[in-house]
């Protein structure tokens, strides 16, 4: 494979960004592959002889929605998605409650990297059906109970055998099935994800924990029990959830404090040079419309003053461009991530990132109220200020 490197923020025409892990490119910047789509597998040749084949782990969008981002790990067992933490599945009810959503019951994880919330019967028969070898497909349930990660994890084997995987949430208890038919998997998948939609009295959340949801396919047996890594807060999923949620948020705030900060300016300037005129009018309706002219500056100007949208403004955005700038100064290792281990860089990131997000909220209350303080004062030196429409 030719090799191409983005040094110019973007990738070339035909190209996207790829992160490496381990490997002969494990420390390489801004490599490229072809793509979108990406590769399923990547040969690459090795100096003293063999091929080191990667072979594609995820995709995600951390860096712009229309700049995907290829991640490939050393061939080997295929790894399944890293389910969602206690901490990520907060982050996402608490996004989805921000913009105003209701609470998410069922997601899917998927080997491309895509997220997918309570989809529904034909969304998962499809995500099933598009299974390719050694590809894994992660269904888990948000309780909130704390009965644990109930999940359901279907593999499509190299021997074109599926295996699932299935947790109860009250017991923990895990049970591996084979099947090489899809429709006994479909239907597995489909009763696992009614099952925990109908709750019944009860509250049974946990689908058929005794094992119904698999009749029909062949037991192997207790899994073995995931390891640390799996549940493990990942760079891509932190950059995916809780800093791509609060760049969403932040962005949004900014251009709506920005908007009423402009209309409230507007208000002020055009009334407060409005009104002499109509005071020096001798219309009839001149006295009347100066008088308006004078309650409406001098609302726009005490508003202005409680609220403090410049101000609001003016931190939302600053932080908004800092979490993006952390975000390329962390992929691209440069700045104060030059030269550290990965895990080292990522404890970086988290620190930097979640210091900027209290800073912010401690900026934006103390701006609150300081702005309730003077909001008084304000409003008396806006009223002097305008003058009092002359009478007769």
Same mark, same amino acid.
């Given at each position: 494979?030719?090799?191409?490197?983005?040094?110019?923020?973007?990738?070339?025409?035909?190209?996207?960004?790829?992160?490496?892990?381990?490997?002969?490119?494990?420390?390489?910047?801004?490599?490229?592959?072809?793509?979108?789509?990406?590769?399923?597998?990547?040969?690459?040749?090795?100096?003293?002889?063999?091929?080191?084949?990667?072979?594609?782990?995820?995709?995600?969008?951390?860096? /712009?929605?229309?700049?995907?981002? /290829?991640?490939?790990?050393?061939?080997?067992?295929?790894?399944?998605?890293?389910?969602?933490?206690?901490?990520?599945?907060?982050?996402?009810?608490?996004?989805?409650?921000?913009?105003?959503?209701?609470?998410?019951?069922?997601?899917?994880?998927?080997?491309?990297?895509?997220?997918?919330?309570?989809?529904?019967?034909?969304?998962?028969?499809?995500?099933?059906? @598009?299974?390719?070898?050694?590809?894994?497909?992660?269904?888990?349930?948000?309780?909130?109970?704390?009965?644990?990660?109930?999940?359901?994890?279907?593999?499509?084997?190299?021997?074109?055998?599926?295996?699932?995987?299935?947790?109860?949430?009250?017991?923990?208890?895990?049970?591996?099935?084979?099947?090489?038919?899809?429709?006994?998997?479909?239907?597995?998948?489909?009763?696992?994800? /009614?099952?925990?939609?109908?709750?019944?009295?009860?509250?049974?959340?946990?689908?058929?924990?005794?094992?119904?949801?698999?009749?029909?396919?062949?037991?192997?047996?207790?899994?073995?029990?995931?390891?640390?890594?799996?549940?493990?807060?990942?760079?891509?999923?932190?950059?995916?959830?809780?800093?791509?949620?609060?760049?969403?948020?932040?962005?949004?705030?900014? @251009?709506?404090?920005?908007?009423?900060?402009?209309?409230?300016?507007?208000?002020?300037?055009?009334?407060?040079?409005?009104?002499?005129?109509?005071?020096?009018?001798?219309?009839?309706?001149?006295?009347?419309?100066?008088?308006?002219?004078?309650?409406?500056?001098?609302?726009?100007?005490?508003?202005?003053?409680?609220?403090?949208?410049?101000?609001?403004?003016?931190?939302?955005?600053?932080?908004?461009?800092?979490?993006?700038?952390?975000?390329?100064?962390?992929?691209?290792?440069?700045?104060?991530?030059?030269?550290?281990?990965?895990?080292?860089?990522?404890?970086?990131?988290?620190?930097?990132?979640?210091?900027?997000?209290?800073?912010?909220?401690?900026?934006?209350?103390?701006?609150?109220?300081?702005?309730?303080?003077?909001?008084?004062?304000?409003?008396?030196?806006?009223? @002097?200020?305008?003058?009092?429409?002359?009478?007769?």
């Amino acid at each position: 494979m030719e090799d191409v490197f983005g040094t110019t923020g973007r990738p070339p025409e035909g190209w996207m960004r790829a992160v490496f892990h381990g490997g002969p490119y494990g420390e390489d910047v801004g490599r490229c592959v072809p793509g979108p789509p990406a590769p399923a597998t990547l040969p690459v040749p090795l100096p003293e002889g063999g091929v080191h084949v990667y072979r594609l782990w995820t995709l995600g969008s951390w860096s /712009a929605p229309d700049e995907p981002t /290829a991640v490939y790990n050393p061939d080997g067992p295929p790894v399944p998605p890293p389910l969602l933490t206690a901490q990520e599945r907060r982050w996402t009810q608490e996004g989805r409650r921000r913009r105003g959503l209701g609470p998410v019951g069922l997601v899917a994880l998927t080997a491309d990297g895509r997220m997918a919330y309570d989809p529904d019967a034909p969304a998962v028969e499809a995500m099933v059906a @598009a299974l390719e070898e050694r590809q894994h497909l992660l269904l888990q349930r948000l309780t909130g109970h704390g009965e644990g990660d109930c999940h359901l994890q279907v593999l499509l084997a190299g021997d074109a055998v599926y295996e699932v995987e299935h947790r109860a949430c009250a017991t923990g208890a895990r049970r591996r099935v084979r099947s090489a038919s899809r429709k006994e998997v479909r239907d597995t998948v489909l009763r696992w994800v /009614a099952g925990g939609r109908s709750t019944g009295r009860g509250g049974r959340v946990d689908g058929d924990a005794g094992g119904g949801c698999t009749r029909g396919m062949v037991d192997v047996g207790d899994a073995p029990e995931v390891g640390a890594v799996g549940g493990d807060m990942t760079a891509e999923k932190y950059i995916g959830t809780r800093m791509a949620e609060y760049q969403e948020w932040y962005d949004v705030k900014a @251009a709506r404090m920005k908007a009423m900060h402009l209309r409230m300016r507007t208000v002020s300037v055009v009334g407060g040079a409005m009104v002499p005129v109509f005071v020096n009018l001798d219309a009839g309706f001149a006295r009347v419309t100066a008088t308006v002219l004078s309650v409406v500056v001098v609302a726009a100007v005490s508003l202005e003053s409680v609220y403090r949208y410049r101000e609001q403004w003016k931190n939302y955005r600053s932080t908004e461009q800092f979490l993006g700038h952390e975000q390329v100064y962390f992929e691209a290792r440069v700045g104060p991530y030059r030269e550290l281990a990965k895990r080292e860089a990522f404890a970086l990131l988290v620190a930097r990132v979640e210091k900027a997000i209290a800073n912010e909220n401690a900026a934006t209350l103390n701006v609150m109220t300081l702005g309730g303080q003077v909001g008084g004062d304000a409003e008396g030196r806006a009223a @002097a200020a305008v003058p009092v429409a002359r009478e007769g």
